[in-house]
């Protein structure tokens, strides 16, 4: 194994530990509401804190640290995230558990914005799309085992162990970058230019592309577990096995999309718009059949991490010598419309209409996909595209 794949599998190790951690209390909220005295409903606000964390807290680290050299601030977040974890294990009360969560928060955006940055810098250009897949795998290996073990490991142990066990695994992925990642100048870019370039036209109607496009696979697959019992007639344990295939799914649909947008960010990012319009809005027809809910659930996972690469690397591509700061926005876009979904499809739930979430995904989605046009011009050239932005005007 060479040493640019060496770092780029240490980085998508950080993004498991982050990615898991993102999701892992989720699974947990009856339990911390119990040991901590509070309702479930309360417990839940950890989960806003920390997704407002990212959106918000994780541009501002990501802009205070513009400056420093990528090694040691990839360690110090990690650190930071460590630290935000075992104030969580160690949480006397639901105060101190907020005060955890969201100093781990702070780091999430930064960091993987650091380590896409990064592992795009360790690799050859035509290699960008399939090294910013790879790191971003560790989210969709966090959704396939880390929050699944973290959470039976919870029910079992109680709800702190959990996230003792993520202190140590931030550490241990700590350890691991220290070992080796290089050493690197620091950026050039300022502040001001990494700003300056963020709110560029292109970069703003890409991050609006991430909000927007992926909410829509958010909206059904918040509600996917009701969807498989209530709707399908799922059992609970073929409903936890089909979530295994939907994250084996997302596993591939990553790697694959990663090597696509090597070829055409802009067709793959359209590509896959598209063929989630067409899997969300099948929904409601797909859903009341178990062999076709089968492959729903199989396409939706391949489709709904696709994303991922082909629109980091559309930033990555527009910001060219400053990204950090872009990339980490673009990093809470994607949690941003994560909780826009939940939200809508909550909204759809509540109203009885759980069967339908589909197509208020599919039309979310499709707003995604026009918005992906504006974002990259099909009348544009794949050359003009491709050329690093400090070196070509600037787009309006």
Same mark, same amino acid.
């Given at each position: 194994?060479?040493n640019s794949r060496v770092i780029v599998a240490a980085l998508?190790?950080?993004?498991?530990?982050?990615?898991?951690?993102?999701?892992?209390?989720?699974?947990? $909220?009856? #339990?911390?509401?119990?040991?901590?005295?509070?309702?479930?409903?309360?417990?839940? #606000?950890?989960?806003?804190?920390?997704?407002?964390?990212?959106?918000?807290?994780?541009?501002?680290?990501?802009?205070?640290?513009?400056?420093?050299?990528?090694?040691?601030?990839?360690?110090?977040?990690?650190?930071?995230?460590?630290?935000?974890?075992?104030?969580?294990?160690? &949480?006397?009360?639901?105060?101190?558990?907020?005060?955890?969560?969201?100093?781990?928060?702070?780091?999430? &955006?930064?960091?993987?914005?650091?380590?896409?940055?990064?592992?795009?810098?360790?690799?050859?250009?035509?290699?960008?799309?399939?090294?910013?897949?790879?790191?971003?795998?560790? /989210?969709?290996?966090?959704?396939?085992?880390?929050?699944?073990?973290?959470?039976?490991?919870?029910? %079992?142990?109680?709800?702190?162990?959990? /996230?003792?066990?993520?202190?140590?695994?931030? $550490?241990?992925?700590?350890?691991?970058?220290? &070992?080796?990642?290089?050493?690197?100048?620091?950026?050039?870019?300022?502040? %001001?230019?990494?700003?300056?370039?963020? =709110?560029?036209?292109?970069?703003?109607?890409?991050?609006?592309?991430?909000?927007?496009?992926?909410?829509?696979? +958010?909206?059904?697959?918040?509600?996917?577990?009701?969807? $498989?019992?209530?709707?399908?007639? /799922?059992?609970?344990?073929?409903?936890?096995?089909? *979530?295994?295939?939907?994250?084996?799914?997302?596993?591939? !649909?990553?790697? =694959?999309?990663? %090597?696509?947008?090597?070829?055409?960010?802009?067709?793959? =990012? %359209?590509?896959? /718009?598209?063929? *989630?319009?067409?899997?969300?809005?099948?929904?409601?027809?797909?859903?009341?059949?178990?062999?076709?809910?089968?492959?729903?659930?199989?396409?939706?996972?391949?489709?709904?991490?696709?994303?991922?690469?082909?629109?980091?690397?559309?930033?990555?591509?527009?910001?060219?010598?400053?990204?950090?700061?872009?990339? &980490?926005?673009?990093?809470?876009?994607?949690?941003?419309?994560?909780?826009?979904?939940? +939200?809508?499809?909550?909204?759809?739930?509540?109203?009885?209409?759980?069967?339908?979430?589909?197509?208020?995904?599919?039309?979310?989605?499709?707003? !995604?996909?026009?918005?992906?046009?504006?974002?990259?011009?099909?009348?544009?050239?794949?050359?003009?595209?491709?050329?690093?932005?400090?070196?070509?005007?600037?787009?309006?």
């Amino acid at each position: 194994m060479n040493n640019s794949r060496v770092i780029v599998a240490a980085l998508c190790a950080g993004v498991f530990v982050v990615g898991t951690s993102e999701y892992l209390v989720a699974g947990l $909220l009856p #339990q911390v509401g119990d040991s901590l005295g509070i309702s479930v409903g309360a417990a839940g #606000q950890v989960v806003t804190a920390y997704a407002l964390g990212v959106v918000i807290g994780g541009p501002l680290v990501a802009a205070a640290t513009a400056r420093l050299p990528r090694r040691p601030l990839a360690l110090g977040l990690m650190l930071l995230f460590a630290a935000g974890s075992a104030v969580s294990a160690w &949480a006397p009360d639901f105060a101190v558990l907020l005060a955890g969560r969201v100093l781990s928060s702070f780091s999430h &955006a930064a960091f993987v914005a650091s380590a896409l940055v990064t592992a795009t810098r360790v690799v050859p250009p035509e290699r960008a799309g399939r090294a910013i897949a790879a790191v971003a795998s560790g /989210f969709t290996v966090a959704t396939l085992l880390g929050v699944p073990i973290g959470a039976l490991l919870g029910e %079992r142990a109680g709800w702190r162990i959990p /996230f003792v066990v993520l202190t140590a695994l931030a $550490l241990a992925a700590t350890a691991m970058l220290a &070992a080796v990642l290089p050493d690197q100048e620091a950026p050039s870019a300022s502040l %001001r230019a990494e700003t300056r370039l963020l =709110i560029r036209g292109p970069v703003l109607l890409t991050v609006l592309t991430t909000a927007v496009g992926t909410s829509g696979a +958010a909206t059904v697959f918040t509600y996917i577990a009701p969807l $498989l019992t209530r709707i399908a007639g /799922f059992s609970a344990p073929a409903v936890s096995a089909l *979530l295994l295939a939907y994250g084996g799914g997302s596993f591939a !649909g990553n790697l =694959i999309a990663g %090597r696509l947008t090597d070829r055409s960010l802009g067709g793959t =990012i %359209r590509a896959v /718009f598209g063929g *989630l319009v067409g899997v969300l809005a099948a929904v409601p027809v797909a859903v009341v059949w178990q062999p076709s809910a089968v492959l729903l659930v199989l396409l939706l996972g391949l489709l709904a991490t696709a994303t991922i690469a082909p629109l980091q690397g559309i930033v990555l591509r527009y910001a060219g010598a400053a990204p950090t700061l872009a990339v &980490a926005v673009n990093v809470g876009a994607f949690n941003l419309g994560n909780a826009m979904g939940s +939200a809508i499809g909550g909204a759809i739930v509540a109203a009885g209409a759980l069967r339908w979430t589909g197509f208020a995904g599919a039309l979310l989605t499709l707003i !995604g996909l026009a918005l992906s046009y504006a974002a990259v011009p099909r009348s544009g050239t794949a050359d003009e595209f491709l050329e690093p932005a400090a070196t070509r005007p600037a787009r309006t």
